[in-house]
């Protein structure tokens, strides 16, 4: 047997294998490669790397660090209960404003209808008949009937497209209750709400940051539409735009989208419309129009919060 043959022996028998890879493990944390190394750079007379040494800059820097920490770490902390309290009073006074106005909302609504009795009772059979027809298509009356529910629902947030088409985000849009809006009006709807929200010819459907906002009044997801119209409406609804572009949303990001029959629906009346009327003006005034009286380019920019 060589001497180098009989080095490797003695090498192997320094380190024993078992099949047990924990115990193994514990037994000799340290990689066979260190030692080799070491040993290396002893036989070659090489000088073994200085360790890490913290100079008296570095000392500084560090303590400035920590002192810095600490002082944020500390103001951080002392004015948490004052945020945490001004959140929950403006969270109360926001519950305590929509309960107000759930009861004024109420009282309104009874009010109204003892109007509506007192009318009819002061105008008898047939012209009170007509009154209701008038107050039913305009939207200021309650109206009962069968119908289509159309119902949307935000996606995941963070749901990317799946099928890698650009089809917008994953929450629902106004533009999306906008287009739903105007495709059950084309299917034959007779009247439509929106979350209880009844609307009528000046009905707006906007956007205001991240709240939609019906009638400038806000209304908030999981978003329902309701339309009560003649039996043919959801056959005519299914194929109509709105429908084909939000099943493709739907399919893409996890959004929801269900239309479904709904019998014996019941649509709350509009609020009183305040009327404007037209007047004519002191003096003509200059107008970015261009000289045929159309608007200039750029005058009426589309609404924020995007469309599909």
Do not use: H
Not at 55 to 75: E, K, M
Not at 168 to 197: H, K, M, T
Not at 270 to 283: I, N, Q
Request: hydrophobic share 35%.
């Amino acid at each position: 047997m060589s001497e180098r043959a009989g080095d490797d022996e003695g090498r192997r028998g320094v380190r024993t294998f078992t099949p047990d890879f924990l115990t193994e493990l514990f037994r000799n944390p340290l990689d066979p490669g260190y030692a080799d190394a070491a040993a290396a750079r002893a036989s070659s007379g090489r000088k073994a790397r200085p360790g890490w040494t913290v100079g008296p800059v570095s000392l500084v820097l560090i303590v400035l660090l920590g002192f810095l920490c600490a002082v944020a770490y500390r103001q951080t902390t002392a004015e948490e209960p004052g945020r945490a309290q001004a959140r929950s009073g403006l969270v109360a006074q926001i519950k305590q404003r929509q309960a107000d106005t759930d009861v004024l909302s109420a009282r309104a609504e009874q009010l109204r209808e003892e109007v509506s009795r007192q009318r009819e009772a002061a105008l008898g059979g047939s012209q009170a008949a007509r009154l209701r027809n008038l107050e039913a298509s305009t939207g200021l009356g309650r109206v009962r009937g069968d119908g289509v529910v159309v119902r949307l629902a935000d996606g995941p947030s963070n749901q990317a497209s799946l099928g890698g088409a650009d089809v917008g985000p994953s929450q629902v849009l106004y533009s999306d209750l906008q287009g739903v809006a105007n495709d059950l009006w084309g299917a034959g709807a007779e009247a439509i709400a929106i979350n209880g929200q009844r609307l009528t010819a000046t009905s707006t459907i906007r956007n205001a940051g991240q709240a939609i906002l019906v009638d400038f009044r806000p209304v908030t997801g999981p978003y329902e539409v309701s339309a009560i119209g003649p039996g043919s409406m959801r056959k005519r609804y299914e194929s109509s735009r709105s429908a084909l572009t939000m099943r493709k949303v739907a399919q893409d990001t996890g959004l929801s989208f269900e239309v479904r029959d709904a019998d014996d629906l019941t649509l709350p009346a509009a609020p009183e419309p305040r009327l404007r009327y037209a007047e004519p003006a002191v003096s003509p005034s200059a107008s970015p129009s261009g000289d045929d009286g159309s608007p200039g380019a750029g005058t009426s920019p589309s609404p924020s919060g995007g469309g599909r």
